[in-house]
């Protein structure tokens, strides 16, 4: 790999199709935000008066975005009446100013955040704007640019956590959050055969890996460039088959795990660390009737920390969807959440045109674990529930209940609308927030409301509207400024304010939530071989077991468990490229070069 530097490669030779591998360097033009330019203010050279020991680091925190790793971004005003843009601690220090030039930080991941600088109108503060006001418990939506598909100029860069500029190349008009060590980059390259949009992973040395080039105005991607990011150890990455939307899934090394459909956003985001089960729509090759075709897309359950696949077929067309032809409940795979909770799934039967006005509680295998058929439920919006083990159902007569993983109402239906707060608390619209046994722990101050923002988007979203490392945002009615509240309902305004805060969640620690890690886990990596000329995959060790078919020599094969047939021979059981499990024969597979 090579940095990026000022040279850059003549781009009909990089005209390349998704998703390939192949080392590149981005042309480097002066920005505003350079690192060579604009250093960041640390707090020693904040240009703020030295501070007493008595005096504090900040007077007011007005939250922009959530607690990552310790730190969020804020709009704080310091001693004196100066407001500067910058990282706090949970314990109430500024740890670094924003960089010169740059307006909005985004939240730590792996020890590194995304900044951005872009043109705003004179006496524009805020970045974000109330939605949903009138469905009791209103959201924030987030109005910066999130990248440069605008006219404005846009200049994203990285930071540290002492707030120092990483990287010097670009202009970048787009950077994601860290994750498994890169960011993934967007460029806008000029030259003199055309305008090219160039898609990268940069680590943190600004070292560049090509992902894809394209003429244009803007990448194909650009919908989707929220969602493309590594975490969790995998990275969705746009593309088109057939002139069908579809995404390749990655691992951490670049090796494809499987293809799914669009979908919509909230079923691209299969790398949301708060879940780990997700129902997709999958592209299976075995029922393509040529190579050159893609197979169909058939539903599947696809468990992260394994990098599984479990195909829900034989498929049955029942009228109003697809259902397990098994299945004697006939239970459309449809009408329910993208995300399993805790390896269950609750289908919303008032939807499936059988009669029932309730449930179906089914579990990864869509295997049918309860059914509720009159609970009057009227709405399940699935892509603000399904967290904290429960989900959030509207009822009739404007009650709204909580369903448990167990299928069981979890407290009697309340007259008020609910939200997921996380950590184990849930909002009501009528300012008190609950635990799931219904109980009021506290109650918001007057005037304030809960934060509902969508689930599906929380991954990507600066402010998502759930307690983050035991602080929560909440937001005015009418007038004044948000502000955050610790999980004893205490308001946190000043720096004594999150001093204290911190001290007694020392002194509470069962009260006290893990700070999530600077660096994300390694997943265990399972071993690949590649498959010899002759391969013939089956349905068991053995030779007597049904063909699957030929595997083509080379194709690399993930081994999932050795095993010895009924003569003592090595068998591998193995999953191909394509998602196809069986059993290959060890005389037919050899180590990776």
């Known amino acids: ?57 900040f007077l007011e925190a007005v939250p922009m975005g959530d607690f990552s790793e310790g730190l969020a971004f804020a709009r704080v005003t310091l001693p004196g009446g100066k407001q500067e843009n910058a990282y706090i601690t949970a314990d109430g220090e500024i740890a670094c100013t924003l960089p010169e030039g740059y307006d909005y930080g985004f939240p730590f991941h792996e020890g590194y955040a995304v900044v951005r600088t872009v043109e705003r109108d004179v006496g524009e503060e805020d970045f974000f704007s109330v939605t949903n006001r009138d ?19 846009v200049t994203y860069n990285l930071i540290n956590t002492e707030g120092e500029l990483q990287f010097t190349g670009g202009p970048y008009r787009y950077l994601s959050r860290m994750g498994s060590g890169k960011v993934l980059a967007w460029v806008e390259e000029k030259t003199y055969n055309g305008t090219f949009q160039s898609l990268y992973w940069l680590d943190a040395e600004e070292n560049a890996t090509l992902i894809s080039q394209e003429e244009g105005y803007s990448p194909a991607a650009l919908p989707y460039l929220d969602h493309m990011h590594y975490s969790e150890g995998v990275a969705p990455l746009y593309k088109t088959s057939s002139g069908l939307t579809c995404f390749d899934v990655y691992d951490e090394d670049g090796d494809l795990l499987f293809t799914m459909d669009s979908g919509g956003a909230e079923s ?24 050159e075709e893609d197979g ?37 795979i449809a009408y329910c959440g993208d995300r399993f909770v805790d390896g269950r799934n609750l289908v919303n039967a008032n939807e499936q045109h059988l009669g029932m006005e309730g449930f179906y509680l089914v579990d990864s295998n869509w295997h049918t674990l309860k059914e509720d058929g009159e609970l009057g439920i009227t709405n399940i919006d699935f892509a603000f529930t399904g967290y904290d083990s429960h989900w959030i159902v509207a009822l009739q007569n404007g009650y709204y209940g909580l ?24 909002a009501t619209g009528s300012g008190d927030v609950i635990d799931e046994s219904g109980e009021t722990v506290f109650t918001l101050p007057d005037g304030y409301s809960a934060v509902r923002n969508s689930l599906v988007d929380s991954d990507s979203e600066p402010l998502t509207g759930l307690f983050c490392e035991g602080f929560a945002v909440i937001q005015p ?9 610790g999980r004893d309902g205490r308001e946190l305004h000043t720096s004594e304010d999150f001093a204290a805060y911190a001290a007694w969640q ?52 993930t081994v999932l468990e050795e095993v010895d047939d009924a003569g003592g021979a090595d068998w591998s059981h193995v999953l191909t490229s394509g998602q ?3 059993y290959a024969s060890d005389d037919c597979i050899y180590p990776l070069d």
């Open 580 to 582: 196809l499990e069986g």
């Open 403 to 426: 369903i448990s993983t167990e299928g069981e109402l979890a407290f009697e239906p309340v007259q008020t609308p609910l939200s997921h707060l996380g950590e184990g608390f849930f």
């Open 296 to 332: 169909i897309a058939i539903a599947a359950v696809y468990h992260r920390p394994t990098n599984t696949i479990t195909p829900l077929d034989p498929y049955e067309y029942t009228g109003f969807g697809y259902s397990l032809a098994d299945d004697p409940d006939r239970v459309v």
């Open 506 to 557: 020392e002194a509470n620690p069962a009260a006290a939530p893990t700070p999530s890690p600077t660096a994300e886990p390694e997943p265990a990596a399972l071993p690949q071989v590649q498959a010899a000329d002759g391969l013939i995959l089956r349905s068991g060790p053995g030779e007597e077991y049904e063909s699957l078919g030929a595997v083509p020599a080379g194709e690399i094969l």
């Open 477 to 485: 009615q009418s007038r004044g400024q948000r502000m955050w509240i």
């Open 135 to 153: 469905e009791g418990i209103p959201g924030l939506s987030f109005d910066g640019v999130k990248h440069g598909a605008s006219d404005e100029e």
């Open 1 to 57: 790999m090579r940095k990026m530097n000022a040279l850059s490669l003549a781009l009909s030779a990089l005209l390349l199709t998704a998703c390939t591998t192949t080392t590149a360097s981005v042309s480097t033009v002066s920005s505003a935000g350079s690192a060579s330019a604009a250093g960041a203010v640390s707090r020693t050279a904040a240009s703020a008066p030295a501070a007493s020991e008595e005096e504090p680091d």
């Open 268 to 291: 691209i985001a299969v790398n949301d660390p708060k879940f780990d089960t997700y129902l997709i729509r999958y592209m299976d090759h075995r029922f393509a009737e040529s190579e």
